[in-house]
């Protein structure tokens, strides 16, 4: 575990997706398969049952089968992110509570969404798990799918409680996120939270990224992001351009349904994602088809 909290969370980490047999059941197999991909083409860590992996679909018991098996492919070669979110904070604390933590580092929880608290709603959300959690705790702001921003000053206000690691930054605004890395403690990480965002916001001073592309391209989007990490930004301007156009296309319908096609074209996993989501249409198939070589 200390190989992850003992340090700023850098570098590239994978937002691992689910794969489904035809009849929505888990394919483990192709799971195997993902994890191998990672831990073979230059992945830090992974993260597991995030927005990405739709865990808001997947059971109790499911949840419990994915992370087993990834703990026992894995072998302790990555450290492992374990995604614990909700909008309602005592059911939050709970599955904290009850989650058996081994060979697990750190937990990516969501603000709560839909039910749109406001700051102060969100400090003492996090600050209460934070409390009681065994893990540090990375935020995780996304107003696209939470309805809510977690502003500067309430991130920085949790980024003085011991237990909470960082942050994982998808509002896209520019602006914030500067404004979060100038005031930062030096311990607590900055994460980017938006692939093709990745690059500059490096570039202001993030860790790294929590990435959805990086399934399917691991090794080229991890060289990108250490390549900027040692401030070598023009050596991966060329990376960072000739991923754009499948970092953009994999949101264009709809995720994890994007990366899915791609995962598909190069054999790791089907295509199948479960209800409400759908796949993707076939102009934007056809588009991202082509982001593939061969």
């Known amino acids: 575990m200390s190989h992850i909290i003992s340090q700023k969370l850098k570098g590239t980490g994978v937002a691992l997706v689910t794969p489904f047999k035809s009849d ?21 860590y992974l993260v597991i049952l995030g927005t990405t992996g739709e865990s808001p679909t997947i059971s109790k018991q499911e949840k ?18 374990l995604g614990i ?17 081994d060979g697990i580092s750190a937990i990516l ?17 996090y600050k209460y798990l934070a409390d009681l959690s065994p893990l540090p705790i990375i935020l995780y702001n996304v107003p696209g799918r939470t309805g809510s921003n977690i502003s500067v000053e ?32 030096t311990n607590f990480s900055v994460i980017s939270g938006d692939d093709a965002f990745t ?17 399917a391209f691991p090794a080229q989007f991890s060289k990108m992001v250490a390549l900027s990490l040692e401030g070598k930004v023009l050596a991966a301007q060329p990376i960072h351009y000739e991923l754009l156009d499948a970092m953009n296309l994999i949101f264009a319908d709809g995720s994890p349904g994007g990366i899915k096609v791609i995962l598909e074209k190069m054999g790791i996993c089907g295509v199948d994602v479960r209800m409400p989501l ?8 056809s588009q991202l088809l082509k982001t593939v070589r061969g």
């Open 278 to 285: 759908s796949g993707v249409n076939e102009t934007v198939k």
């Open 154 to 185: 309430t991130t920085l206000k949790l980024a003085e409680h011991p237990n909470i690691l960082g942050t994982k930054e998808a509002s896209g605004n520019f602006s914030q996120c500067m404004e979060i890395i100038k005031h930062r403690p």
């Open 109 to 125: 929880s969501v603000s709560p969404y839909y039910n749109k608290p406001n700051q102060n709603g969100i400090y003492n959300h």
């Open 85 to 101: 979110g909700g909008n309602d904070t005592l059911v939050v604390a709970e599955n904290i509570k009850n989650q058996d933590f």
């Open 64 to 81: 419990q089968d994915i992370i087993k098996h990834i703990k026992q492919v894995n072998n302790g070669r990555l450290p492992l992110v």
């Open 24 to 44: 929505m059941s888990i394919d483990f197999d192709a799971l195997t398969k993902l994890v191998n991909h990672q831990i073979d083409n230059g992945t830090n």
């Open 199 to 215: 690059l500059p916001f490096i570039a202001m001073g993030m860790d790294g990224v929590i990435s959805v592309i990086a399934n």
